[in-house]
Nanobody, 119 residues
């Protein structure tokens, strides 16, 4: 029932800040049965969890990326956001927002948005 839609710029220059939006429909993101995450798929690599935000607004980050990421939300618009600073070509890939169960299982996800970092 939950639907998620990623949006944001598809092309970035190195060192810029990537800002992505996930718009959620069919579920209240303040409901504590789930938390909301960003995941990316980089070429030649498996899925990488970036971070997430709980129904109460607590954030969690991948330790490898935490110095560069920020996750926030707008409950009135049923949206949550990702900011990734100082992007490099190594950040090129497909970015997904996802609904994660309290047991850590993937419940729903968006179709993904391609992000390409190039000079």
């Amino acid at each position: 029932q939950t639907q998620l839609q990623e949006s944001g710029p598809g092309l970035m220059k190195p060192l810029q800040t990537l800002s992505l939006t996930c718009t959620v429909s069919g579920y209240d993101i303040t409901n504590n049965h789930y938390y909301w995450s960003w995941v990316r798929q980089l070429p030649g690599k498996g899925p990488e969890w970036i971070g997430g935000i709980t129904a109460s607004g607590s954030t969690y980050f991948n330790s490898r990326l935490k110095s560069r990421i920020s996750i926030s939300r707008d409950t009135s618009k049923v949206q949550f956001f990702l900011q990734l600073t100082a992007v490099t070509p190594e950040d090129t890939g497909v970015y997904y927002c996802a609904q994660i169960s309290t047991a850590g299982r993937l419940h729903a996800w968006g179709q993904g948005t391609q992000v390409t970092v190039s000079s």
